[in-house]
């Protein structure tokens, strides 16, 4: 069973700033989705500088996905 997590949300500035967050981001996803081994990582697009990750049942284990909303 996969931990309830809500979304990260990331608001940044500059593409420096978006980098630092969204490692951090995913690297935190990352151990929670080992804990089960049945969820991947998506990385949204909201609008420059608005991103949210969070642990997804749609994308399979081991990857990380964008999309751009």
Do not use: C, K, W
């Not at 981001?25 to 990352?30: D, I």
């Amino acid at each position: 069973m996969v931990p309830t997590t809500e979304p990260i949300e990331i608001l940044v500035n500059n593409r420096l700033e978006l980098e630092d967050h969204l490692e951090d981001a995913v690297r935190r996803l990352q151990q929670l989705a080992a804990l089960s081994g049945t969820h991947g990582i998506l990385v949204t697009r909201h609008r420059a500088g608005h991103y949210s990750a969070s642990l997804s049942e749609t994308v399979p284990f081991g990857l990380t996905r964008e999309l751009i909303s």
